[in-house]
């Protein structure tokens, strides 16, 4: 039908509508006021943001000083924490006679969850940024500057508000897609939605680059969020070029801009309540749950003589699984522990870190002895493309109401994330790092 | 629309300045953090700027936005846009840059805390490379009579 139509009024007819509608519009207002337009300070804003040339350029600056924020502005926030978990660890220690409980309490609930709300502060800072960047009206005119290159590169305009909504979590990002008419664009939009690179990655990275990236810490992290993008386009354009049901070219976008205004802190401080709370809730619960199961599965056979040792944990059940998994793992870097932190991290991404606070790896020394420069980054990379969470995978399913497509999604992730990580390895090696 | 070209030369000349400033200094850190990625040994600091790639890369695209703002030299209104927009991120970066030293002497003192010595390193040396020395913090306060400038114009010149 939508096909007919086209092939009638020679353009889809979404766009042919607005260009009426407009029409209307401006034959109407002449006879109604009188005189020029007035030049309003949106207009003279979007001169600049809207620009063919600096559009794309400052949209990239305003990102990388948000995540300069997130990470740089929030580090003396999460040292607090950290001591004071630090210390709360030091005290069970001391006063739980009970070695197993004891155990449980300090490298269970105080290192596992301690390691995981230690990113309470730059979760709360990215999302009070990001409330600044959509209250000012700034993130609409991003979609419309982004929309020129997704388009090109076969992704549907609409697609970059879901895109946009998935660096918060995936699973608003892909009940987003919703506004995408065509079926086909719609799909295509969920399938590359778990790339972008949500709030729950975000521990990952600001655990592993701060211990091992050093001053690189905050370009990996800014680095992580575009290889996200980029990956996505990529997969966009080769999925349409490849999968015959994506063949074709994407609808047209149309969006009505809003004014420009001033955020209010009230309302910036409400939105980024409404965002971080979803951490904390997971905190309490999911992450909570794994922490007990894998403190449990790193504690038992229970060897009182080595307890909280490292040759106790390798002994335990988890070291037994994570040895199983390490040859796959391997040739990227990651030792046994690593491998068990991605496979727990398909649970929920924070679990990753929490798994490395559970093994005695909550400390940038100790993961300096497991990961490189390379091979960290490699990992942040791995953890940013591999299977989305579980909660985005019954989404995914629940959208597109088809096991093909859910399953496709989780191995394809796998797989381009297995490539990507080599590739950084195989560069860094070449790079000399 | 056309702005009167008394007050919109000054502006013009002021912002040149800044975006050319700016354009130095986005070229010296985007060039010394580019090569410290793939010569990390042999890196140094251009004019002694920080090392930083993407900050830089930030610097570039301020000073391009006032150097946007040249068209207002004919009188176009339109190119005020530019320079609203170059204050903006002007600012922004300023107080970015300003927030992170702030950070970096929080961390100082929750160190002291924690039983190290207090230095004052922190406001010269830190995260944001030399601390309050970093130049986009002092060229956010130059550029703020500028902004103030483009909104009397704008208000002038019945801008809604």
Same mark, same amino acid.
Request: aromatic fraction near 14%; hydrophobic fraction near 55%.
């Given at each position: 039908?939508?096909?007919?139509?086209?092939?009638?009024?020679?353009?889809?007819?979404?766009?042919?509508?607005?260009?009426?509608?407009?029409?209307?519009?401006?034959?109407?207002?002449?006879?109604? +006021?009188?005189?020029?337009?007035?030049?309003?300070?949106?207009?003279?804003?979007?001169?600049?943001?809207?620009?063919?040339?600096?559009?794309?350029?400052?949209?990239?600056?305003?990102?990388?000083?948000?995540?300069?924020?997130?990470?740089?502005?929030?580090?003396?926030?999460?040292? +607090?924490?950290?001591?004071?978990?630090?210390?709360?660890?030091?005290?069970?220690?001391?006063?739980?006679?009970?070695?197993?409980?004891?155990?449980?309490?300090?490298?269970?609930?105080?290192?596992?969850?301690?390691?995981?709300?230690?990113?309470?502060?730059?979760?709360?800072?990215?999302?009070?940024?990001?409330?600044?960047?959509?209250?000012?009206?700034?993130?609409?005119?991003?979609?419309?500057?982004?929309?020129?290159?997704?388009?090109?590169?076969?992704?549907?305009?609409?697609?970059?508000?879901?895109?946009?909504?998935?660096?918060?979590?995936?699973?608003?990002?892909?009940?987003?897609?919703?506004?995408?008419?065509?079926?086909?664009?719609?799909?295509?939009?969920?399938?590359?939605?778990?790339?972008?690179?949500?709030?729950?990655?975000?521990?990952?990275?600001?655990?592993?680059?701060?211990?091992?990236?050093?001053?690189?810490?905050?370009?990996?992290?800014?680095?992580?969020?575009?290889?996200?993008?980029?990956?996505?386009?990529?997969?966009?354009?080769?999925?349409?070029?490849?999968?015959?049901?994506?063949?074709?070219?994407?609808?047209?976008?149309?969006?009505?801009?809003?004014?420009?205004?001033?955020?209010?802190?009230?309302?910036?401080?409400?939105?980024?309540?409404?965002?971080?709370?979803?951490?904390?809730?997971?905190?309490?619960?999911?992450?909570?749950?794994?922490?007990?199961?894998?403190?449990?599965?790193?504690?038992?056979?229970?060897?009182?003589?080595?307890?909280?040792?490292?040759?106790?944990?390798?002994?335990?059940?988890?070291?037994?699984?994570?040895?199983?998994?390490?040859?796959?793992?391997?040739?990227?870097?990651?030792?046994?522990?690593?491998?068990?932190?991605?496979?727990?991290?398909?649970?929920?991404?924070?679990?990753?870190?929490?798994?490395?606070?559970?093994?005695?790896?909550?400390?940038?020394?100790?993961?300096?002895?497991?990961?490189?420069?390379?091979?960290? +980054?490699?990992?942040?990379?791995?953890?940013?493309?591999?299977?989305?969470?579980?909660?985005?995978?019954?989404?995914?399913?629940?959208?597109?109401?088809?096991?093909?497509?859910?399953?496709?999604?989780?191995?394809?992730?796998?797989?381009?994330?297995?490539?990507?990580?080599? +590739?950084?390895?195989?560069?860094?090696?070449?790079?000399?790092? | 629309?056309?702005?009167?070209?008394?007050?919109?030369?000054?502006?013009?000349?002021?912002?040149?300045?800044?975006?050319?400033?700016?354009?130095?200094?986005?070229?010296?850190?985007?060039?010394?953090?580019?090569?410290?990625?793939?010569?990390?040994?042999?890196?140094?600091?251009?004019?002694?700027?920080?090392?930083?790639?993407?900050?830089?890369?930030?610097?570039?695209?301020?000073?391009?936005?006032?150097?946007?703002?040249?068209?207002?030299?004919?009188?176009?209104?339109?190119? /005020?846009?530019?320079?609203?927009?170059?204050?903006? /991120?002007?600012?922004?970066?300023?107080?970015?840059?300003?927030?992170?030293?702030?950070?970096?002497?929080?961390?100082?003192?929750?160190?002291?805390?924690?039983?190290?010595?207090?230095?004052?390193?922190?406001?010269?040396?830190?995260?944001?490379?030399?601390?309050?020395?970093?130049?986009?913090?002092?060229?956010?306060?130059?550029?703020?009579? /500028?902004?103030?400038?483009?909104?009397?114009?704008?208000?002038?010149?019945?801008?809604?």
């Amino acid at each position: 039908m939508s096909e007919k139509i086209k092939e009638l009024l020679g353009e889809e007819a979404e766009v042919k509508l607005a260009e009426k509608r407009y029409e209307v519009i401006s034959e109407i207002l002449p006879k109604v +006021l009188k005189g020029e337009r007035p030049l309003t300070r949106s207009d003279l804003l979007d001169k600049a943001f809207l620009n063919k040339y600096l559009g794309i350029p400052i949209f990239l600056a305003l990102w990388w000083a948000l995540f300069r924020f997130t990470f740089d502005v929030s580090a003396p926030l999460s040292d +607090l924490i950290d001591i004071v978990f630090g210390k709360l660890g030091e005290i069970s220690s001391t006063y739980i006679p009970n070695e197993q409980l004891a155990s449980f309490v300090a490298d269970g609930l105080i290192g596992g969850l301690g390691a995981v709300l230690v990113f309470i502060p730059p979760i709360f800072f990215l999302f009070f940024g990001l409330s600044i960047l959509e209250d000012s009206g700034y993130l609409a005119r991003a979609a419309f500057v982004v929309d020129r290159v997704m388009y090109k590169l076969g992704l549907h305009g609409k697609s970059f508000i879901p895109m946009l909504l998935g660096f918060g979590c995936n699973i608003p990002g892909i009940m987003a897609t919703r506004t995408i008419d065509k079926e086909e664009d719609r799909i295509l939009t969920i399938l590359v939605n778990p790339l972008m690179s949500c709030s729950a990655r975000l521990p990952v990275y600001v655990f592993i680059g701060g211990a091992v990236l050093g001053e690189y810490a905050a370009a990996g992290v800014y680095s992580m969020y575009f290889l996200g993008i980029g990956l996505a386009v990529l997969m966009a354009l080769l999925f349409r070029k490849v999968i015959p049901y994506f063949k074709g070219k994407p609808s047209a976008f149309i969006l009505e801009l809003p004014m420009y205004a001033m955020p209010t802190l009230r309302s910036t401080l409400t939105h980024m309540w409404e965002r971080g709370v979803l951490f904390l809730k997971k905190a309490g619960t999911i992450i909570l749950l794994a922490t007990i199961v894998i403190w449990a599965l790193s504690a038992y056979p229970w060897e009182p003589v080595h307890a909280g040792s490292e040759p106790r944990i390798e002994a335990s059940y988890i070291g037994a699984f994570g040895h199983i998994l390490e040859p796959i793992f391997r040739p990227l870097g990651f030792d046994w522990r690593a491998a068990v932190a991605l496979f727990f991290g398909f649970v929920a991404k924070e679990i990753v870190v929490d798994t490395f606070g559970v093994l005695g790896l909550g400390g940038a020394e100790e993961l300096r002895q497991v990961f490189t420069l390379v091979t960290g +980054l490699a990992f942040m990379a791995f953890t940013l493309i591999y299977i989305p969470c579980l909660a985005t995978i019954g989404i995914i399913y629940r959208e597109t109401n088809s096991w093909k497509w859910t399953i496709f999604t989780v191995i394809y992730g796998l797989i381009l994330a297995y490539l990507a990580a080599s +590739l950084i390895v195989a560069v860094g090696g070449l790079l000399g790092y | 629309m056309k702005v009167s070209r008394s007050s919109s030369r000054a502006l013009v000349v002021y912002a040149v300045i800044l975006g050319s400033i700016y354009l130095i200094i986005g070229v010296a850190e985007f060039t010394a953090g580019l090569w410290y990625l793939f010569q990390p040994e042999n890196a140094a600091a251009i004019l002694n700027l920080p090392v930083d790639l993407f900050g830089g890369f930030s610097a570039l695209v301020i000073g391009a936005a006032y150097l946007g703002g040249a068209f207002l030299w004919k009188g176009k209104i339109e190119s /005020l846009g530019f320079l609203l927009i170059a204050t903006i /991120l002007s600012i922004v970066f300023g107080l970015l840059y300003f927030l992170i030293v702030c950070a970096d002497g929080f961390s100082t003192l929750i160190a002291m805390w924690e039983g190290e010595e207090w230095t004052w390193e922190w406001l010269t040396s830190g995260t944001a490379g030399p601390g309050i020395l970093r130049p986009e913090i002092w060229l956010a306060l130059i550029s703020l009579p /500028l902004g103030y400038s483009v909104i009397k114009t704008t208000r002038r010149e019945k801008v809604q």
